[in-house]
């Protein structure tokens, strides 16, 4: 199976562009690992790989084309963007046939049929079809089929979407919805996993999959629907159906084999007697220890990019204090505009327009250097004003004394007045550095696969989001410690505090 993490750092690295498959040797694929079973997920035995039934039609199809598959992770609802500026050829993760889908993507021949189910709790006698769900709170996946229609019933029903299906269940189960509406697959695996839930018997709707292509990219296309329609031929397309239990009446109209099912469905009792195994604290411990080297892994991208990133506000900060402070007025109300700017638009939309916005106007940058940039030019928008308010703090008649001294303006500046404003604005930079690595979290919409999005892609296979969530917890909180001692010191090290008794510091 495909390592999740190589192939996401070595995107990091390399901006393909739309070198023909043959050249490169691979079929670049995108989804979402946090989407959980069955269509991708990291293994619950083996958390360094991904599985599911979709990884096994990427792999199947790519194998038809004589390439090798290279899955490419982002978030669900960042796919389509993605496809079109060109981080990889396909999409290949539950993305349903639709009218406006159509209008941004190439779609192959469908390549699995399902419907709606409805999950309500056990005890649950007020809900049996869907004139039923009206007035009620439903759950669903946002941007998906099942909130549509839901958003379209006729009894005002509140919806609730969700960005990731473990959550949704979860919810039901805490008795802060009335049910769950979502695809057949998604209710098999996580409908049935709480013995305080229940899958109901009637269907809604008719759910077709397609396989996206960038607009215009017909060549692909063909060969995609050819590889399709060698797998179901030869029957290995049904074979990956069974074993995850995804074999039902609606696939078996559609592709005309109304033959028994055969095949025992494995990878859906694994599935779960991986929760059952785990159900216990030790067993449960056991496997958290699996999951440290991927946190790990999450952690140090995580880092680095916060240190790099901060590393560049913190220069920018103090260019466009210096600017604003003593540049000439028309310059300084340009960084007093840009400022403003940055601090008065969130952080997620300024990284949408860098990495997703730039390449319509020909700018194209990786995911890494897209969120250096910007979390740079945000916190740097921050950064600006503590530093402002730390020259400010510095007495004028000192500028005054070292003018009078024979230094010029920029000389007294950075020998007088900057070393001492440094000494004011440690704390809060300090304070800037730990917000920005929290903040870096973020980054997951841009295809980085950094600490929160181990943590999601985790807690989604192993439906647990409780332990997981500690872990990363501490993890973040060990990686802010160092910079807080560093703080302390250097408060200590460049302040009055250095000359009082160690009792009263």
């Known amino acids: 199976m495909t ?20 050249t490169a040797g691979t079929l670049r694929w995108g989804g979402d690992a946090s989407g959980g079973a069955p269509y991708l997920l990291l293994d619950p035995k083996n958390p360094e790989k991904i ?11 790519a194998r038809e084309l004589g390439l090798q598959a290279q899955f490419y992770q ?15 050829d396909i999409v290949i993760n539950g993305i ?14 469908p390549y699995f049929y399902t419907y709606e189910q ?10 049996h079809e869907w004139a039923d769900l009206a007035g009620k709170r439903v759950g669903s996946l946002k941007d998906s089929f099942a909130e549509r229609m839901l958003k379209e019933h006729p009894g005002k029903v509140h919806v609730a979407g969700y960005e990731e299906q473990t959550t949704i269940y979860a919810d039901l189960g805490y008795d802060r919805l009335d049910a769950v509406l979502l695809d057949q697959p998604i209710a098999l695996y996580y409908g049935s996993l709480d013995p305080n839930l229940k899958n109901l018997d009637t269907h809604f709707g008719h759910v077709s999959y397609g396989i996206c292509v960038r607009k215009g990219d017909f060549e692909l296309l063909r060969q995609i629907n050819d590889a399709l329609t060698k797998l179901l031929a030869s029957g290995e397309l049904r074979a990956i159906y069974e074993r995850w239990g995804l074999w039902n009446e609606e696939l078996a109209t559609r592709f005309h084999d109304p033959a028994p099912s055969h095949l025992i469905p494995s990878e859906l009792n694994a599935y779960r007697e991986s929760f059952q195994h785990h159900s216990d604290f030790q067993s449960r411990v056991e496997h958290y220890k699996t999951y440290v080297p991927l946190l790990a892994k999450g952690a140090i991208v995580t880092l680095q990019l916060s240190s790099v990133a901060m590393f560049f506000a913190v ?3 103090l260019l466009l204090a210096l600017v604003r402070l003593y540049a000439p007025r028309a310059i ?40 250096i940039i910007g979390l740079a030019l945000n916190y740097g928008a921050y950064e600006s004003e503590i530093y402002r308010a730390g020259i400010l703090a510095i007495p004028h008649s000192q500028l005054e004394t070292a003018l009078a001294l024979g230094l010029n303006r920029w000389q007294a500046l950075f020998h007088i007045i900057i070393p001492q404003a440094i000494r004011i604005v440690v704390p809060p930079m300090t304070n800037d550095f730990i917000s920005l690595l929290k903040d870096s979290s973020l980054v997951s919409v841009i295809t980085l696969v950094e600490l ?53 510091r």
């Open 315 to 317: 220069l920018l900060g």
């Open 118 to 127: 409805l999950t309500v709790k056990k005890n649950t006698d007020t809900i």
């Open 51 to 61: 599985i599911g039934f979709e990884v096994e039609i990427a792999e199947a199809i």
């Open 96 to 109: 349903e046939i639709t009218e406006e889908r159509k209008a941004e993507v190439e779609f192959s021949k």
């Open 452 to 504: 929160t999005r181990v943590y999601g892609q985790l807690a989604a296979a192993s439906y647990d989001y409780f332990g997981v969530g500690i872990l990363t917890a501490i993890l973040y909180f060990v990686m802010g410690v160092p910079f807080v001692r560093l703080s302390r010191w250097i408060e200590r090290r460049f302040s009055f505090e250095s000359y009082l008794p160690r009792t009263i």
């Open 3 to 22: 390592n999740v993490f190589p192939v996401v750092l070595l995107g990091f690295l390399s901006v393909l562009s739309s070198q023909s498959l043959a």
């Open 74 to 88: 982002n978030q669900w609802d960042k796919l389509i963007p993605g496809l079109k500026r060109k981080n990889y």
């Open 332 to 371: 300084a109300a340009c960084a007093f505009g840009f400022v403003e700017l940055v601090r008065g638009t969130p952080l997620l939309i300024q990284l949408f327009l860098i990495y997703y916005g730039l390449p319509n106007v020909g700018i194209k940058l990786d995911p890494f250097t897209a969120a």
